[in-house]
């Protein structure tokens, strides 16, 4: 059974950089069949996908964060991890990571981190 672990602080400083980790367990971030995606939902509104990293570590942006939006992979443990930085409170949302099947949806989740920007 698949089983994506996020990792990160919940609570980050206005101008700071957000960092949250997606670590994978039962598939290997390396399978030529994903994108392995962060997404997130900000109070009162939508899902909003930030970005996603392919097997071969091709990444992709929204172009709405692109300027401030990074992110990488660790292929010895698993990983992928999301950073955003210059934050603001705006930034404030639930983050996801989650895996897609090549645009077939999502089918795996994370278990969503409360990131809080506030000094």
């Known amino acids: 059974q698949v089983q994506l672990q996020q990792s990160g602080p919940g609570l980050v400083k206005p101008s700071q950089t957000l960092s949250l980790t997606c670590t994978i367990s039962?598939?290997?971030?390396?399978?030529?069949?994903?994108?392995w995606s962060w997404i997130r939902q900000a109070p009162g509104k939508g899902l909003e996908w930030m970005g996603a990293?392919?097997?071969?570590?091709?990444?992709y942006y929204s172009p709405s964060h692109k300027s401030r939006t990074s992110i990488s992979r660790d292929t010895s443990k698993n990983q992928f991890t999301l950073q955003l930085s210059s934050v603001t409170p705006e930034d404030t949302a639930v983050y996801f990571c989650?895996?897609?099947?090549?645009?077939?949806?999502?089918?795996?989740w994370g278990q969503g981190t409360q990131v809080t920007v506030s000094s």
């Open positions: 989650a895996r897609d099947p090549y645009g077939l949806g999502y089918d795996f």
């Open positions: 039962g598939d290997s971030i390396t399978t030529n069949a994903y994108y």
């Open positions: 990293i392919t097997h071969s570590g091709s990444v």
